[in-house]
T-cell receptor, first 112, second 114 residues
Framework: DAKTTQPPSMDCAEGRAANLPCNHS???????VYWYRQIHSQGPQYIIH???NNETNEMASLIITEDRKSSTLILPHATLRDTAVYYC?????????????FGKGTMLLVSP | DVKVTQSSRYLVKRTGEKVFLECVQD?????MFWYRQDPGLGLRLIYF???????EKGDIPEGYSVSREKKERFSLILESASTNQTSMYLC???FGGGAVNEQFFGPGTRLTVL
């Protein structure tokens, strides 16, 4: 049970912002939202994570709604190399270890 | 940069063979993971290890075993390979403590069992 719902696919024009939605309506108070992506023939790659506040790093921004039931990953200026499957994951962080449960993700196709 | 390497990118084995998939990480990570990835099913966790000689079952451990004799190395073992174990196998590692626990993945091993 992946605990998240994402659209199976999205398209985006190169240079435009890509906004990838994720629903996690059953998220618990101590669960973080993580985003990974997987480019074809490669292993998944960490992008960003957040708990309550919006987050930004060199790769993307993460917007989490106030009720924490959904979030949006924003790639501000998508490039062809951003074409990948994007996974939204909720997980509990413990002191020792935690595991990831991947859903089916969103296939983002960035076109020229 | 963290590096997670897997022993082979492609592997072809016969039904009934014993198969070893090796994973090595160079960042002194405490945690290591084995996943398999299949079309339509996504990534599923097979086993993980949070310390040397420690292991925990993931979501689909049946037909697999693991070994962690050294901190940097985590092996996945298929005791008697079957055709339904044809899949892409991905290894990952992460720090044991800290707030992020980001997992770093290897490039994967595509295993075909004939």
């Amino acid at each position: 049970d992946a605990k998240t719902t994402q659209p199976p696919s999205m398209d985006c024009a190169e240079g435009r912002a890509a906004n990838l939605p994720c629903n996690h309506s059953t998220i618990s108070g101590n669960e973080y939202v993580y985003w990974y992506r997987q480019i074809h023939s490669q292993g998944p790659q960490y992008i960003i994570h957040g708990l309550k506040n919006n987050e930004t790093n060199e790769m993307a921004s993460l917007i989490i709604t106030e009720d924490r039931k959904s979030s949006t990953l924003i790639l501000p200026h998508a490039t062809l190399r951003d074409t990948a499957v994007y996974y939204c994951i909720v997980r509990v962080i413990t002191a020792g270890y935690s595991t990831l449960t991947f859903g089916k993700g969103t296939m983002l196709l960035v076109s020229p | 940069d963290v590096k997670v390497t897997q022993s082979s990118r492609y592997l072809v084995k016969r039904t009934g063979e014993k198969v070893f998939l090796e994973c090595v990480q160079d960042m002194d990570h405490e945690n290591m993971f084995w996943y398999r990835q299949d079309p339509g099913l996504g990534l599923r966790l097979i086993y993980f290890s949070y310390d040397v000689k420690m292991k925990e079952k993931g979501d689909i451990p049946e037909g697999y075993s693991v070994s962690r004799e050294k901190k940097e190395r985590f092996s996945l073992i298929l005791e008697s390979a079957s055709t339904n174990q044809t899949s892409m196998y991905l290894c990952a590692s992460s720090f044991g403590g800290g707030a992020v626990n980001e997992q770093f993945f290897g490039p994967g091993t595509r295993l075909t069992v004939l």
